[in-house]
């Protein structure tokens, strides 16, 4: 039998606190897309969040980034895409209605 030292038993206490935290550092979030509107339309997250865009309507959408950072393509009805989003301030809007816009910051 190997008796651990007083030093190992806490290198091993102390590993699984560690994994955790990192493995609760990226997030993953909902935005529901109903009635020709994002919702959130704008929202903040960290850098490297994932964000799963639900197409409850009943066109398709989707959900492009003007500067392209993120790009869903095409979300038919009762989808979800997820993308994945890099840090910085980024507008994006449904490459089929101009008029449904949002804002994804991430930092
Ligand atoms: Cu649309």
Not at 49 to 77: L, R, Y
Not at 92 to 103: E, L
């Amino acid at each position: 039998m190997v008796k651990l030292t007083r030093r190992q038993v806490l290198a091993t206490s102390l590993a699984v606190p560690v994994l955790a935290a990192s493995g609760a550092r990226a997030a993953t979030y909902q935005v529901t897309i109903q009635g020709f509107a994002f919702n959130p339309a704008a929202f903040k997250v960290a850098a490297g969040d994932t964000v799963i865009f639900i197409n409850a309507d009943g066109s398709s959408h989707t959900a492009t980034a003007k500067d392209g950072a993120f790009d869903t393509g095409k979300i038919a009805p009762g989808q979800s895409v997820e993308v994945t989003i890099p840090a910085g301030s980024h507008d994006f809007v449904c490459s089929y209605h101009p008029s449904m816009t949002g804002n994804a910051t991430a930092e």
